[in-house]
């Protein structure tokens, strides 16, 4: 499964979730974001993803954020901290994870450590 495939079912997924939680039909969601049933369909089901402006139009409808259906929850769980990157790792397999991890290790050890602001 390609990358854009793997996003677009994964947000399909969290935008049902979300409708359904909001008690909508597909019907009524695409007529509160002005879209046709068979596109929301084929968002839904990953077959398709949509503009900036669709999912702008779709967060209004669910009342939710655009990285609510882009990161979901998955998102929260990392404070918001770097979310291409988090969005990025979800989609290795386990041997390119481990890569990934000992590159970061590598890449920690090079970068001189600062302590935090105090907030003074």
Do not use: W
Request: with cysteine.
């Amino acid at each position: 499964m390609g990358f854009d495939v793997a996003v677009n079912s994964a947000i399909g997924k969290r935008l049902r979730s979300r409708r359904e939680a909001e008690g909508l039909t597909r019907e009524r969601l695409a007529e509160y974001a002005d879209i046709s049933v068979q596109f929301l369909a084929d968002i839904e089901t990953g077959r398709k993803g949509m503009t900036v402006q669709t999912l702008r139009k779709l967060a209004l409808a669910l009342h939710c954020s655009c990285d609510d259906l882009i990161f979901g929850e998955d998102l929260k769980a990392t404070n918001n901290i770097f979310p291409v990157l988090a969005m990025q790792l979800s989609n290795l397999t386990q041997d390119q994870a481990n890569l990934a991890s000992d590159i970061l290790a590598l890449v920690k050890k090079a970068i001189p450590h600062s302590d935090p602001p105090s907030g003074k």
